[in-house]
Nanobody
Framework: QVQLVESGGGSVQAGGSLRRSCAAS????????MGWFRQTTGKEREGVAA???????KYADSVKGRFTISRDNAKNTLYLEMSSLQSDDTAMYYC????????????????????WGQGTQVTVSS
């Protein structure tokens, strides 16, 4: 059974940086993809970044060049480095894990993921 526990996040001024971490257990590094999603009140959960052992990384257009996703398989940890943060980045952020599918599916689609972290709030003030 996959378990995901998030840490990091918090509040930051616009233009600042934050690092999110997600400790994962029960993950298979060869078959499982992982991702970060965010959600604000009244909106659907949005895929921010994903990393697949086969397809590599994928980013939402809104965060390209500002966010970096990575995973340390030795530590079973997923990271999201966020820089040049904007007020639009304010949201509840979730890490997620799922199984690679063939044919490949959309990495930033929530339907690709079956396990979710508890979510933590990121607030960017202008």
């Amino acid at each position: 059974q996959v378990q995901l526990v998030e840490s990091g996040g918090g509040s930051v001024q616009a233009g600042g940086s934050l690092r999110r971490s997600c400790a994962a257990s029960g993950i298979n590094h060869i078959t499982d993809l992982m991702g970060w999603f965010r959600q604000t009140t009244g909106k659907e959960r949005e895929g921010v970044a994903a990393i697949s052992p086969i397809e590599g990384t994928k980013y939402a257009d809104s965060v390209k060049g500002r966010f970096t996703i990575s995973r340390d398989n030795a530590k079973n940890t997923l990271y999201l480095e966020m820089s040049s943060l904007q007020s639009d980045d304010t949201a509840m952020y979730y890490c997620a894990a799922g199984r690679v599918r063939l044919p490949f599916g959309p990495l930033l689609d929530a339907s690709m993921y079956t396990s979710w972290g508890q979510g933590t709030q990121v607030t960017v003030s202008s």
